[in-house]
Nanobody, 125 residues
């Protein structure tokens, strides 16, 4: 079992930055690839970024590439999402997720076993 708790969301002006954190419970965090997804009101959940279990491989949605950075600190059982140059269209609830099967990470939400409760990010224009 892995429990995930996101933090770091908030209200920011367009062009600003935020760093989301996702703290995981358990001693096997390094066995899971991690992902960030987001869901805006009235829209489906969409992939944002993923990172492999050790952190050597990352992949981003085209909409955030060059602006967002996913990273992890296995010693702290935490995965991060640094978001720069935020846009109003980035407004959503952001979720972190863990997969114990797809060790390189995945863009498919169905591949993830555990999910956090989400943290709200609102970008004002």
């Amino acid at each position: 079992q892995v429990q995930l708790v996101e933090s770091g969301g908030g209200l920011v002006q367009a062009g600003g930055s935020l760093r989301l954190s996702c703290a995981a419970s358990g001693r096997t965090f390094s066995s899971y690839a991690m992902g960030w997804f987001r869901q805006a009101p009235g829209k489906e959940r969409e992939f944002v970024a993923t990172i492999s279990e050790i952190g050597g491989r990352t992949y981003y949605a085209d909409s955030v590439k060059g602006r967002f950075t996913i990273s992890r600190d296995n010693a702290k059982n935490t995965v991060y999402l640094r978001m720069n140059s935020l846009k109003p269209e980035d407004t959503a609830t952001y979720y972190c997720a863990a997969t114990g099967t797809y060790y390189s990470g995945s863009t498919n939400s169905y591949h993830y076993d555990y999910w956090g409760q989400g943290t709200q990010v609102t970008v004002s224009s």
